[in-house]
């Protein structure tokens, strides 16, 4: 089985640009995960959705951020305007709500200049 | 707020030895409690998971939890090189699922 699966794996973007990292989660799993790993502040979980519904977004750190999941196999992560303090690896997981265990995707490089 | 706290490293072991990694949480209505390895520039993945008092053996690894102490721990038995990476210990509260990780140990095996 396909794993979660992430794309773009890089992205290099100017100040000021919209930004949009994707993420299908594992077929049949029913919450999905946004997280952004940097080295200050480690692992933060950004936001996460329950049946295509968000649950929590109080990880976002700003309105420049936002989160969709308009289906069960697709979510995406927005940033607009992007800004140099943004760049970090973003991260998608998602899990089962029986079992609670989180899987994880390869990862976004974002690297804003 | 809850809190996870590992310790950071790096520990180094020699190659064979046991490593033992450890971390505390706040939250004492956790339920799950999970061991993840990232190697660097990868993905964390997931190596053990463990929710009930005692120890938990997988091969090499051993997950000890200790909720009175609110304690969980990984050992790592006849550690080999390849088991240098980093190990993030995670907890889950409640029907939520979320998880709340720890910053991580740096884990060094020398050959």
């Known amino acids: 089985d396909a794993g979660v699966i992430q794309s773009p794996r890089h992205e290099v973007t100017e100040m000021g640009q919209e930004v949009t990292l994707r993420c299908k989660p594992i077929?049949?799993?029913?919450?999905l995960f946004w997280y952004r790993q940097t080295m200050m502040r480690g692992l933060e979980l950004l936001i996460y959705f329950n049946n295509n519904v968000p649950i929590d977004d109080s990880g976002m750190p700003e309105d420049r951020f936002s989160a969709k999941m308009p289906n069960a196999s697709f979510s995406t992560l927005k940033i607009q305007p992007s800004e140099p303090r943004d760049s970090a690896v973003y991260f998608c997981?998602?899990?089962?709500?029986?079992?609670?265990?989180?899987?994880f995707g390869p990862g976004t490089r974002l690297t804003v200049l | 707020q809850k809190e996870v706290e590992q310790n950071s490293g790096p520990l180094s072991v020699p190659e064979g030895a046991i490593a033992s990694l450890n971390c505390t949480y706040s939250d004492r209505v956790s339920q799950s409690f999970f061991w993840y390895r990232q190697y660097s520039g990868k993905s964390p993945e997931l190596i053990m998971s463990i929710y009930s008092n005692g120890d938990k053996e997988d091969g090499r690894f051993t997950a000890q939890l200790n909720k009175a102490s609110q304690y969980v721990s990984l050992l790592i038995r006849d550690s080999q090189p390849s088991d240098s990476a980093t190990y993030l210990c995670a907890v889950s509260s409640g029907s939520a699922r979320q998880l709340t990780f720890g910053s991580g140990t740096q884990l060094t095996v020398l050959p």
């Open positions: 997981a998602s899990s089962s709500l029986t079992s609670g265990t989180q899987y």
């Open positions: 077929s049949g799993h029913n919450s």
